[in-house]
Each structure stands twice: as C-alpha cells, then as structure tokens.
C-alpha cells in the first residue's frame, strides 16, 4: 500500500508518499513475522493465559518500564490480586505496597480506579470491548488496541516505541516520527498490516517482539529480521539514521533535601497528598531547595534545609550534616538529594496531620517512593546493628 501524508506547511522531508515495498504482500509479511515470533519470543508470564485482566496489568506496568523488571512485579501483583474483584476490593496502600520500586505511581492508582469502575460497571468483567476498555482511567488508544489484539485477538494497531521504530523503517519514513502527521502516517500503518479475522495476537506482539529484540535503537540485526525482504530503510541503507525523532523534553536539574528524623525508635514520615508527585505514598520529610545565589550560599546547606522544612511543613528541625547523596530523574528533573539526619525541636506543629511516628516495622511495610525506600533500607540496616 502507498501510506498517505498530506502536506502541512514546510517540512524538512518530503514523505507525503511513503511507497513501502511490501504493498501487497501483507499476507506474506503477517505470516514471515507471525512465523518468527511463534519461534523466537521470550517467555512472559501474561503470555501465558493472556486474559483482559492479565493483558491490562502487564500493559499497565510495562509503560515506561523494561520487561525484565516488570516480571516479578507481575507475578507478585497477580498473585496477590487474582481478579478484577480482588484488586477493586484492596485498599490503595496495599496496591501502593505492590508497586513500590515500579515507580509513575499514577499508574497504580488509576489500575485500582479502574477495577472498581469495571465491577460497578462490568459486574467485574474484564470488558471486551474497545470503546470500554479505552474509557477506563489510564488507558489510551495503544494501550486499549495492545489489549483488544493480546487478550481477544481481534484486529486492533498498535503504535508505541518499539513499533514506531520498525514502522517508520520498514516505511523509509525521514520525516519526525514524534510530529502529528507522521503519527497518523504510522497508526494508518499499523492498520494496514492487520488481518481481517484472527491474527492480530501474534502480529501485533512479533511487531514488538521485533522492535525490541532485532530492530533495536542501535545496530538492528537486518540480517536476521523476517521481513528485510519489505523494508524500505535495509534496502537503502539507512536504517541506523531512522526514526527521525526530535527530543520530547528538556530535562532541567533540581536540588532536594530529605531528613531522617527520629524519636523514641520511630521515624517522623508523611503521607504526599492529592497533586503530588507520589499521591498517597509515604515519605521521609522533603524539600526543594531552591536555585543557588550569591546569599544562599552564604548560608550552610544545613540550615538552608531546616529554613525549608519550617516554610513548607512548619517543622522546626535541628539538621546535621548530609550523610548520603541520591541522584535520580522524576518527569522532567534530574534530581540530585542530599539526605540530612534531623531533630524535631519541640512537637509537631497543629495541623500537621498528613506526619506520623512510625515504627521501624511499619517504615519496612509501608509503601515509599523509590529513593524513600533505599532511604529507608539505610536506617533500617543501620539501626539493625545497633
Ligand atoms: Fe528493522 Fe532491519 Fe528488519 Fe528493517 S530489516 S525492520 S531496519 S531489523
């Protein structure tokens, strides 16, 4: 098939008619892919009795997650939540607890929205239906088609990282992948590949399997892809150089302080509240400190920390030396942390009701965030050997 682009203003390449060599030959194409992938594809546990249920938490957890990581968080995830019914039926921190260390914690929290709105509305059903499960919280058009083909095999595109890759190769697409056009360019793609009945299961997965294992970011094995005999990049050269993408974001850098603070062998923690990076979760007391200046830096890093923590939580902390350095990435920062033990000077102040005094049992079984968590290791271990 000829893939249809109209023209938008300037563009810096001209694919408004991506010819892609194997027009025609879809048939042949599904069954080389569809062969290769029976043969070839890694084990995965919601591979195995691919259900909505299944299908849907594996999507869930493997957005912006590799699938190595994702495996034993599945398994300890379904293990615990069975059903649809069983996951609606949990409370949030328990759900929490499961995802802790899988981090885009919204995740978790719309996946326990969307369990209840299938049992008030589905009487707990997985729905199968492709207007249904798009309408629920979390789930948008790949997602809702990678369940509709994976779970019921019906014909469904798919269009996320690893597809947009050998798409916009098997089409010589030099365009900008990431641009509106290019985007309908490749869900028209991804259309025109599927089989009219059964099929799409193994077609849609190969297409992935593909993209992750053979037509990778960096030197794909052309030579051993089922379907070099249709693609438009192998056949001039220029696979490395596609897709063309132009960065999603800007990352900027940020500074934040956390504070260890105990008392009475209990650690002084707080819940993140709605809006918050991880709504829900329980944390060490954190700030941000803000850009350095010729007057802040005039001022310890300790003190700059404990003025923080009293603006924003009205904590009056005593805050020693940083003990430990993080770096880690949430969205758009690059964050570096410094973790400072701290003293509460008096109570906690009147209406301070998101804080609590936890024991060290309840700061292992609580749900932190990431580097909570290592935080949190650290003084368990630490007071372990005391
Ligand atoms: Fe990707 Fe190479 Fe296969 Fe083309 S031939 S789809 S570039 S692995």
């Known amino acids: 098939m000829t893939v249809c682009r109209q023209s938008r203003g300037a563009v810096a390449h001209d694919d408004s008619q991506l010819e892609?060599?194997?027009?025609?030959?879809?048939?042949?194409?599904?069954?080389?892919?569809?062969?290769?992938?029976?043969?070839?594809?890694?084990?995965?546990?919601?591979?195995?009795?691919?259900?909505?249920?299944?299908?849907?938490?594996?999507?869930i957890m493997l957005q912006q997650t590799q699938v190595i990581t994702v495996i034993d968080f599945f398994n300890r995830f379904i293990s615990k939540f069975p059903t649809v019914a069983k996951l609606a039926a949990a409370d949030e921190a328990e759900v929490l607890?499961?995802?802790?260390?899988?981090?885009?914690?919204?995740?978790?929290?719309?996946?326990?929205?969307?369990?209840?709105?299938?049992?008030?509305?589905?009487?707990?059903?997985?729905?199968?239906?492709?207007?249904?499960?798009?309408?629920l919280p979390g789930v948008g058009r790949?997602?809702?088609?990678?369940?509709?083909?994976?779970?019921?095999?019906?014909p469904f595109p798919i269009l996320e990282g690893n597809t947009i890759r050998v798409y916009a190769r098997l089409l010589g697409m030099k365009a900008?992948?990431?641009?509106?056009?290019?985007?309908?360019?490749?869900?028209?793609?991804?259309?025109?590949l599927l089989p009219k009945g059964k099929g799409a299961r193994d077609l849609n997965q190969g297409l992935m399997e593909l993209?992750?294992?053979?037509?990778?970011?960096?030197?794909?094995?052309?030579?051993?892809?089922?379907?070099?005999?249709?693609?438009?990049?192998?056949?001039?050269?220029?696979?490395?150089?596609?897709?063309?993408?132009?960065?999603?974001?800007?990352?900027?850098?940020?500074?934040?302080?956390?504070?260890?603070?105990?008392?009475?062998?209990?650690?002084?923690?707080?819940?993140?509240?709605?809006?918050?990076?991880?709504?829900?979760?329980?944390d060490f007391p954190r700030v941000t400190?803000?850009?350095?200046?010729?007057?802040?830096?005039?001022?310890?890093?300790?003190?700059?920390?404990?003025?923080?923590?009293?603006?924003?939580?009205?904590?009056k902390l005593a805050v020693e030396p940083s003990t430990k350095r993080l770096r880690h990435a949430v969205t758009k920062y690059r964050i570096t942390l410094d973790c400072f033990r701290g003293r509460i000077e008096g109570r906690l102040p009147a209406g301070a009701r998101d804080f609590a005094w936890v024991s060290s049992e309840e700061l292992g079984s609580l749900p932190l965030n990431a580097t909570g968590r290592k935080v949190a290791n650290w003084v368990l271990a630490a007071s372990s050997k005391k």
């Open 176 to 192: 900008n992948a990431r641009e509106k056009q290019s985007e309908q360019t490749l869900w028209a793609f991804s259309e025109s």
């Open 211 to 282: 993209g992750s294992e053979i037509c990778r970011v960096r030197q794909p094995d052309c030579p051993k892809c089922p379907v070099r005999a249709w693609c438009r990049a192998f056949a001039e050269g220029i696979q490395e150089k596609l897709p063309v993408l132009t960065p999603r974001m800007e990352y900027q850098s940020r500074h934040d302080a956390l504070a260890v603070v105990s008392r009475n062998d209990r650690y002084l923690l707080r819940q993140c509240g709605a809006g918050e990076n991880w709504t829900g979760l329980w």
């Open 142 to 154: 790949y997602t809702a088609g990678a369940i509709m083909s994976i779970a019921f095999d019906r």
């Open 289 to 315: 400190l803000g850009e350095p200046t010729a007057e802040s830096r005039r001022v310890s890093l300790e003190d700059q920390v404990a003025a923080r923590m009293k603006t924003e939580f009205g904590l």
């Open 20 to 59: 892609w060599p194997g027009a025609g030959n879809e048939p042949q194409f599904r069954r080389a892919l569809t062969n290769w992938f029976r043969k070839h594809q890694r084990n995965m546990p919601w591979r195995d009795q691919p259900s909505g249920y299944r299908v849907w938490v594996s999507e």
């Open 97 to 135: 607890k499961l995802w802790e260390g899988l981090g885009y914690y919204r995740r978790a929290r719309q996946l326990h929205a969307a369990a209840k709105q299938i049992v008030a509305n589905h009487r707990g059903e997985f729905p199968e239906s492709f207007e249904h499960v798009l309408a």
